[in-house]
């Protein structure tokens, strides 16, 4: 188990240039704009506000590398598929969000996020199909399962299961950020694909 008071922001990389490829392992964090992926990094080293959560969509445009007891990155990708993005920003996104994911020797996994309140978008499916078209490892985590009553998380649950995009080997996690539930669940599966 990974020492969580031993963890840091080594890089907010805004350019391909800046990316960073040293020999540790990269979990990469990938989701729509404000599916919370900064309260997850949060709730998994047990800071209230390390990761800044914003609460405007699409702000972030950078690769955030959280270096997790000098042993593995948390990577932050930008949030897609928010539609009052300028032109110029998405092409930015897109441009750095393939250049982290293309080749990327150290990129173990993508947490992919999917927030249990509104199911599978478009955008969230098109990730999904590139996942698996590139043979790229990944498990999803359901967000805001507290927002939710017990069956309706249950149904939204099973609906993202049996979705078309998501194959029947896929880990699926539910998450609250506001209670913790499914943080240790998400914690056991990195250690398991680390083989700890």
């Not at 750095?96 to 173990?108: A, E, I, M, P, S």
């Not at 399962?145 to 998501?166: F, G, M, P, R, W």
């Amino acid at each position: 188990m990974f020492n969580l008071n031993n963890v840091k922001l080594d890089m907010t990389a805004g350019l391909e240039s800046q990316l960073i490829h040293d020999a540790k392992p990269q979990f990469a964090l990938s989701g729509r704009s404000n599916v919370g992926k900064s309260s997850l990094i949060n709730s998994l080293i047990n800071r209230k506000s390390f990761a800044r959560v914003s609460g405007e969509p699409g702000k972030t445009i950078t690769v955030n590398y959280y270096n997790i007891d000098s042993s593995i990155y948390l990577v932050d990708l930008p949030g897609y598929g928010y539609a009052k993005r300028s032109p110029e920003d998405i092409k930015k996104w897109s441009s750095l969000t393939n250049g982290y994911l293309t080749d990327n020797k150290q990129l173990v996994c993508v947490i992919q996020l999917i927030d249990l309140k509104v199911g599978i978008t478009k955008d969230d499916a098109q990730m999904l199909d590139w996942l698996y078209e590139t043979k790229t490892p990944f498990f999803i985590v359901c967000t805001k399962y507290d927002k939710l009553s017990k069956t309706a998380a249950l149904q939204n649950l099973e609906k993202i299961k049996s979705h078309q995009c998501v194959p029947d080997d896929v880990e699926v996690i539910p998450f609250s950020a506001l209670t913790g539930y499914g943080r240790n669940e998400i914690w056991s599966y990195i250690n398991n694909i680390l083989g700890q």
